[in-house]
């Protein structure tokens, strides 16, 4: 009778060290991935995708295709809000972080200047966006300059 016992409570038991465990290795695997930093590859991937999109708003620009210029001002704002953007080397109070905000106010004056169908206005916003760029850059490349 107390063996019975034993062996109704021991099937539960092992359950929970089962369940347990597999909860355990979520958590790690989870942890492990998230705070990894983005792959180099993808990185790259993700700067060169930058680079196409700033290339489309100049053909945009180029022949007056203002919901070219709409549509790619969009992409190139939600790119600076996204995780890849960040450089976790980078503290995010830093300068790095002005320039990611400057960066968005030109996507921002660039998309309302596409919409007002203002191709000056447009042109400008899209200059400030490139010299924003290479401002960046320089930061990250030649720190303390
Ligand atoms: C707020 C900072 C910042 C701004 C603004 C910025 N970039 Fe970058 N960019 C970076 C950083 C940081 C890297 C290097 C990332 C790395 O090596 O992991 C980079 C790398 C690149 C690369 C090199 C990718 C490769 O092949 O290795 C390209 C191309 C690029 N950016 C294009 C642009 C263009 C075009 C713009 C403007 C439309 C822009 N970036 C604006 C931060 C910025």
Redesign the pocket.
């Known amino acids: 009778m107390k063996d019975e016992r034993n062996m109704k409570a021991s099937i539960p038991w092992s359950l929970g060290v089962g369940l347990a465990s597999l909860a355990f290795a979520a958590i790690v695997l989870t942890a492990t991935s998230g705070g990894q930093p ?1 792959p ?1 590859q993808t ?2 991937e ?3 995708q ?2 196409s ?3 489309d ?1 100049l053909e945009g620009l180029a022949l007056e295709q203002f919901t070219s210029i709409e549509k790619n001002a969009r992409a ?1 704002k939600r790119l ?1 809000e996204a995780a890849e ?1 960040e ?1 976790p080397s ?1 503290p995010k109070d830093s300068d ?2 002005l ?2 905000s ?2 968005q106010r030109n996507a921002d004056e660039l998309l309302k200047q596409a919409k007002e169908h203002n191709i000056d206005g447009a042109t400008l916003a899209y200059l400030k ?2 010299m ?6 320089k ?3 030649h720190p303390g300059k």
Do not use: G, P, Y
């Open positions: 983005v180099k990185r790259r993700f700067m060169r930058k680079l999109i700033s290339k708003v190139l600076s953007w450089i980078i790095f972080a320039f990611t400057a960066f966006l490139t924003n760029c290479v401002e960046c850059h930061f990250i490349r």
